[in-house]
């Protein structure tokens, strides 16, 4: 995350121990890890319950997909089968008129 190299903390333990001196420098630095490790945790848990969330809203998305696509299947049986009823009697109607037109008047 930050790029501190061993110079640095160097620097800041040397700084530390002039400033705290060496009887409170042990508890200062257990106290700053603590609350260090306590930020990363919330931060993981943060960085979780986003991507739970993400990952939800995509479910969402996709279930609703589906149904979309269900419904336009049934719409696409429904025109069909539609179709099939209007053509049946077309057909009759049209081979009717073909053996009217084929048979002689009298």
Do not use: H
């Not at 040397?14 to 490790?37: C, D, F, K, Q, Y």
């Not at 993981?44 to 269900?70: P, S």
């Not at 009823?85 to 084929?102: F, H, N, T």
Request: hydrophobic share 40%.
């Amino acid at each position: 995350m930050f790029d501190i190299g061993f110079s640095e903390l160097l620097l800041i333990a040397v700084v530390g121990l002039l400033v705290l001196g060496p009887e409170r420098l042990p508890v200062a630095v257990r106290t700053t890890s603590l609350w260090i490790g306590r930020l990363r945790r919330q931060f993981t848990e943060i960085r979780a319950e986003v991507e739970r969330e993400i990952g939800a809203d995509e479910i969402r998305a996709q279930l609703r997909n589906e149904e979309i696509m269900d419904q336009l299947r049934e719409s696409r049986e429904v025109l069909e089968s539609t179709s099939r009823e209007i053509r049946q009697p077309l057909m009759e109607a049209g081979e009717a008129v073909r053996e009217s037109k084929d048979t002689p008047a009298a």
